[in-house]
């Protein structure tokens, strides 16, 4: 569990919705998947790693995944996708901070979704 206290909520400043992707069909009956939101839009910044979380990560497709800060959040059900800067990410990881006060924050690893995703 990694603990999240900023100071200074500076460094977000990029706009993520968090929500699920649904399966539909598009107009020729072909599957698509659909983002729906769960939530309205929400600021969060990039988050660099310590040297451990980045041997925690190793499991990750570096060039395909990132981590970013939030504001802590009491519920995350439901939420599978994020869409962040125009694309579409799988919520991969979420550490949540255990405390509740206005400077806990929540770190939320994003992978791409590509086409061999469905």
Partial sequence: MTMVQLQTWDRLSNRITFGTVEDSEDDNGLPT???????SPTLCGRWGLTTTQMIQNQGHHHDESFIVVIHHRRNYDGI??????????????????????????DLITLTKVTDRDG
């Fill in 33 to 39: 998947n659909e983002f729906k939101a769960l939530t």
């Fill in 80 to 105: 599978t996708h994020a869409q962040y800067n125009g694309k579409l990410y799988e919520v991969s990881d979420i550490n949540l901070d255990p405390f509740q006060n206005p400077t806990a924050g």
